[in-house]
């Protein structure tokens, strides 16, 4: 039931542009974006739900294929403070009583 | 600041002993959850509770247990611990216990078992 992310892994130049995916096995209700610093706070960034409405910043964007059951988030112009690891966390659509994150994207910004 | 406050922070025990974590949810927010990272691991749910009631249960093993309270701040108590319950224990809120609702994450409590 764990949504799969991909890639594990990423590194960018400042102002570049990345893509990190999030899929799932499961028809889903939600899924939900966080990115985390090291040792510190998972941070919200977006909820994508079933039907098409998104709640989050409005500097992070993000899609959500209901047919597929993934979702992408796209991060372009990427800045040095966009690192971290980034966590989607996915809620089935039947019975959804968690969140069940996925293992993680690292992504490294340099300059 | 996310205003899920956590505390202690840092948790320093020895195996066999019992700690408890707390968490004081954002103002609003009736809705707790508790997840544990190990190193370089995602976040695994625990349990939720919502207004003082459990509403869902996660990965918690037995020897863990949780409550709400009437001011809804919650305690995750964890008893007999073993070298691998080493890890963050993060509590987050949201306002309702839907998930169209952010969850908003604590600092955490980082608790080592030596």
């Known amino acids: 039931q764990q949504p799969v992310q991909s890639p594990q892994a990423v590194i960018l130049r400042e102002g570049e542009d990345a893509v990190i995916n999030c899929s799932s096995s499961?028809?889903?209700?939600?899924v939900h974006w966080y990115r985390q610093k090291h040792g510190e706070a998972p941070v919200f960034l977006m909820i994508?739900?079933?039907?098409?409405e998104q709640k989050g910043h409005d500097k992070i964007s993000a899609s959500f294929n209901e047919k597929k059951q993934q979702s992408s988030l796209y991060l372009t112009a990427s800045q040095l403070s966009y690192s971290g690891t980034y966590f989607c966390?996915?809620?089935?659509?039947?019975?959804?009583?968690?969140?069940?994150f996925g293992q993680g994207t690292r992504l490294t910004i340099n300059p | 600041d996310s205003g899920v406050t956590q505390t202690p922070k840092h948790l320093i025990t020895a195996t066999g002993q019992r700690v408890t974590l707390r968490c004081s949810p954002r103002?609003?927010?009736?809705?707790v959850y508790w997840y544990q990272q190990s190193l370089d691991q995602g976040l695994q749910f625990l349990i939720q509770?919502?207004?003082?009631?459990?509403?869902a249960k996660g990965n918690i093993l037995e020897r863990f247990s949780a409550q709400q309270f009437p001011d809804l701040h919650s305690e995750l108590n964890l008893s007999s611990l073993e070298l691998g319950d080493s890890a963050l224990y993060f509590c987050?809120?949201?306002?309702?216990?839907?998930?169209?609702?952010?969850?908003?994450f604590g600092d955490g409590t980082r608790l080592s078992i030596l």
């Open positions: 509770y919502y207004n003082g009631e459990e509403r």
């Open positions: 987050a809120s949201s306002v309702a216990p839907t998930y169209d609702q952010p969850q908003h």
């Open positions: 103002s609003g927010d009736l809705s």
């Open positions: 499961k028809a889903l209700y939600s």
């Open positions: 966390g996915t809620a089935i659509l039947q019975g959804a009583q968690k969140l069940v």
């Open positions: 994508l739900l079933k039907g098409g």
